[in-house]
């Protein structure tokens, strides 16, 4: 009885242990976010320089998403007046379109660390000129992402059929 007394004792305090460790591991995902500004951290080096000029290679979608906006591809053989009915749709992140030719400058390459899901680079630039003129965006997803496992992270690369490098800073 005495033995059997004992491995409830260690079977209950074993359960509640491992629960106590899960909600601290879960909850660190959710809180333990940082972000640093590593544009001139040569461990994060990448093809896109902070301070030059890049010309759009062909329309691109802006979208909003939390409190930030993003440039992104339009899709194969997507038609562009269809995406553009999106922002009448509700719920919609769509925010407009970027047209080829549009200037941008790169302002920050930024470090996110998250306990859970890892590392991420974003590039972050600023529109030059046209109706979204001086807004930031994040370039990140309209770049080519390359695994880097020096720093456990994708570093985005400038990719042609998106941008050019138009000028330096």
Not at 47 to 73: A, E, M, S
Not at 92 to 110: A, D, H, R, Y
């Amino acid at each position: 009885m005495k033995q059997q007394n004992e491995l409830r004792f260690i079977y209950r305090h074993f359960i509640m242990c491992s629960a106590i460790g899960g909600l601290l591991v879960l909850s660190a995902g959710c809180v333990d976010v940082t972000y640093r500004n590593v544009s001139h951290d040569k461990r994060y080096s990448t093809d896109y320089i902070v301070g030059g000029k890049y010309q759009l290679q062909q329309t691109l979608v802006i979208r909003k998403i939390d409190d930030h906006l993003d440039l992104c591809p339009p899709g194969k053989n997507s038609d562009l007046s269809k995406i553009a009915d999106e922002q009448h749709q509700p719920y919609s992140n769509f925010v407009g379109l970027l047209p080829s030719g549009t200037l941008l400058v790169i302002s920050k390459i930024e470090l996110e660390k998250r306990f859970l899901s890892g590392n991420y680079v974003w590039v972050l630039g600023r529109i030059l000129e046209g109706p979204f003129n001086g807004k930031v965006v994040n370039l990140t997803f309209i770049s080519k992402q390359v695994r880097q496992t020096n720093v456990w992270a994708y570093l985005p690369y400038l990719d042609t059929n998106m941008l050019r490098y138009a000028s330096e800073p």
